[in-house]
């Protein structure tokens, strides 16, 4: 998208909808930049950053009044772009602690956790954001809008979320000297039952990524 597109100068820089495909694009650039690797030592901590200020935009979204479309059935946007390449960066550059764990839904009562992946959270959130995205770049302010807004409270909201939770908390054990347990083979591509923690990972030491992810000499 070019910058005329996203900055048209009859748009008031201050309107809702300006701010939010800023803030949209800004993440999808910044995400992007981060998977190329150029700087490993800074992928956490940037990641922590990108992912805690697209969530307050999501959080704009959803104390928002609903948005509605103006047409009834959704235009189509062509083929989504692939993703694959950027979820394969990611999983190359956060790996070992890629993987962790999540419940699913807080309010559904002895919710089990499951696996989930950065790398997959990264790639899930960017498909939603550029399909939106899409509708703003061609003029359809409204049903952009209702896109985002609908994929926050749907998807990309409660994906991000999860996603920043496992970044801060690996901030934290890096931080405050805590080593990681043993991931006793937790992996997404096992079942969520009693195979799901399959011995296969053994111990990630805080010691052993603080160098790798930038967030502490050692």
């Not at 909808?17 to 694009?25: G, K, L, T």
């Not at 901030?171 to 006793?184: I, S």
Request: with cysteine; charged share 30%; proline share 6%.
């Amino acid at each position: 998208m070019s910058d005329a597109t996203l900055h048209d100068a009859k748009r008031d820089p201050d309107d809702f909808a300006v701010q939010i495909a800023d803030s949209v694009e800004s993440f999808i650039v910044a995400v992007a930049e981060v998977s190329r690797g150029d700087e490993p030592d800074s992928a956490v901590p940037f990641l922590l950053l990108e992912i805690s200020q697209l969530l307050l935009t999501g959080g704009r979204l959803g104390a928002h009044e609903d948005f509605l479309p103006d047409e009834r059935y959704e235009p189509d946007v062509g083929p989504e772009p692939d993703v694959d390449e950027l979820r394969e960066r990611f999983a190359v550059l956060l790996d070992p602690v890629d993987v962790y764990s999540e419940v699913f839904d807080p309010y559904v009562p002895r919710s089990a956790p499951v696996a989930c992946r950065i790398s997959d959270d990264l790639a899930d959130i960017i498909t939603d954001l550029r399909h939106g995205m899409a509708h703003y770049r061609d003029g359809r302010v409204s049903e952009a809008l209702w896109w985002w807004q609908f994929s926050y409270l749907s998807n990309w909201g409660p994906t991000a979320s999860a996603a920043l939770r496992a970044l801060q908390s690996l901030v934290a054990h890096v931080r405050l000297d805590q080593p990681l347990g043993e991931l006793d083979g937790l992996d997404t591509d096992a079942d969520a039952t009693d195979e799901q923690l399959a011995e296969e990972a053994g111990k990630v030491m805080a010691a052993e990524i603080a160098g790798p992810l930038g967030l502490r000499s050692v």
